[in-house]
Nanobody
Framework: QVQFVESGGGLVQPGGSLRLSCVASGFAFSSSNMRWYRQAPGKERELVAVIDMFGAATDYGDFAKGRFTISRDNNKNTMYLQMNNLTPEDTAMYYC????????WGQGTQVTVSS
């Protein structure tokens, strides 16, 4: 079964940084494009970043450009999201996903940026 385990979230002050991880299993991770999403209470889910199977970032949400960096390690079936210069607007639950199995989601990892 397709599974995602997100980790690395936490409480951080504005201007701080976090590095999120997503360990994937149950499908051909190394041959799959991957995505990070986020969702804050009362808001719609947002696309954060997209990475192709070779590790090239193909898209970032406007809010993420210049601050976030998506990467992956296919040998570890793991995707990462480096987040710098965090603001309170980045507070959300962060999820990883693949367009090949769009109905599968992990529990997410909570990012909270204090005011």
């Amino acid at each position: 079964q397709v599974q995602f385990v997100e980790s690395g979230g936490g409480l951080v002050q504005p201007g701080g940084s976090l590095r999120l991880s997503c360990v994937a299993s149950g499908f051909a991770f190394s041959s799959s494009n991957m995505r990070w999403y986020r969702q804050a209470p009362g808001k719609e889910r947002e696309l954060v970043a997209v990475i192709d199977m070779f590790g090239a970032a193909t898209d970032y949400g406007d809010f993420a450009k210049g601050r976030f960096t998506i990467s992956r390690d296919n040998n570890k079936n793991t995707m990462y999201l480096q987040m710098n210069n965090l603001t309170p607007e980045d507070t959300a639950m962060y999820y990883c996903s693949t367009p090949y199995f769009p109905d599968y989601w992990g529990q997410g990892t909570q990012v909270t940026v204090s005011s």
